[in-house]
């Protein structure tokens, strides 16, 4: 199983990125789903999950800017992320619920 996270990078204060990561080897439709992330000096945090129903589920600190959502067809999920802070700022990785699998993390930077 290998979940391929992609799209971090540098973004100022205020802009978007997306992430997405694609998974291999498992087909995600029956799992629910997750994106965490960890900041230098930090524990890993919850940032966003997806139910195989598309219930969403979003930490405080990311509500009205981040979307996640789910294509099973391309066995990927998302992470869109409006209005990005400096406080963003993490390796993002994604999570299967139920499998205990992570992604290798893509590196979100946020200058401001």
């Known amino acids: 199983v290998q979940l391929q996270a992609s799209g971090g990078g540098l973004v100022q204060a205020g802009g978007s990125l997306r992430l997405s990561c694609a998974a291999s080897?498992?087909?995600?439709?029956?799992?629910?789903m997750g994106w965490y992330r960890q900041a230098p000096g930090k524990q890993r945090e919850l940032v966003a999950s997806v139910t195989s129903t598309n219930f969403t589920n979003y930490a405080n600190s990311v509500k009205g800017r981040f979307t996640i959502s789910r294509d099973n067809a391309k066995n990927t999920v998302y992470l869109q992320m409006n209005s990005l802070k400096p406080e963003d700022t993490a390796v993002y990785y994604c999570y299967v619920y139920g499998r205990e699998y992570w992604g290798k993390g893509t590196l979100v930077t946020v200058s401001s």
């Open positions: 080897g498992i087909m995600i439709s029956i799992f629910a």
